[in-house]
């Protein structure tokens, strides 16, 4: 079990370390919460609930969740659904997220998720950090931008790898590329999942070339 529980006073900071990838978020928004130096490394009872709800909100990947003593989570969604693409490294999407951890497990509900793209990732759809081992190179801009597009970007946003292909993500996105531009996406888009797409982030059929397995 990749999970566990650091508790407070009222509340429980949930640590996912399958899902981690080190963005330093959490040291650097509450360091004297987060030390990495000191065990335990998240120690909930220094810091004061609601600030810490803050910084556990910026950590992209989902890894940090807080719960309240009942087991809930009080984290609302963005208002809109959100992907940005990270320059050789992932896609942080953010909203109202649906996602199955296999094909034999029901979807749940998730707000932030780092998206793989290199296509070296041992936990695909998910980033694990591994685009650094790999030497992923890649500006984060789109080669071929898709056609404009004016549509609310609410509603659930749902992920579906495709059995050794591309990422499809049903429902509508806001998509913000390292050069600045914003584009919006759905209601079915297919992100690249391999690395080798010459139409990144979305998928360009190179994964059948490259015999590309996940």
């Known amino acids: 079990m990749s999970t566990k529980d650091y508790r407070g006073d009222g509340f429980v900071i949930r640590f996912d370390a399958q899902k981690c990838i080190h963005s330093g978020n959490c040291t650097q928004g509450a360091p004297e919460v987060f030390d990495p130096k000191a065990k335990p490394w998240i120690q909930p009872a220094r810091g004061e609930r609601d600030r810490l709800a803050e910084v556990v909100r910026r950590c992209p990947t989902g890894a940090l969740t807080l719960h309240l003593a009942d087991g809930t989570n009080p ?95 049903e429902g509508w996105f806001e998509l913000s590329t390292a050069d600045g531009h914003n584009y919006v996406c759905g209601e079915k888009t297919w992100l690249c999942r391999c690395g080798h797409s010459g139409n990144k982030p979305f998928c360009d059929g190179t994964h059948k070339k490259i015999g590309f397995t996940a």
């Open 75 to 169: 984290e609302t969604p963005d208002s809109s659904n959100s992907a940005t693409v990270v320059p050789d490294g992932p896609i942080y999407l953010r909203g109202r997220i649906r996602h199955a951890a296999g094909s034999d497990t029901e979807a749940v509900a998730h707000t932030r998720l780092a998206l793989c793209r290199c296509g070296a990732s041992a936990n695909k759809p998910l980033c694990d950090n591994s685009h650094i081992q790999a030497a992923f190179k890649d500006a984060g801009v789109c080669v071929k931008a898709p056609e404009p597009v004016t549509h609310a970007a609410e509603g659930d946003v749902s992920l579906h790898p495709i059995s050794n292909g591309p990422l499809r993500i």
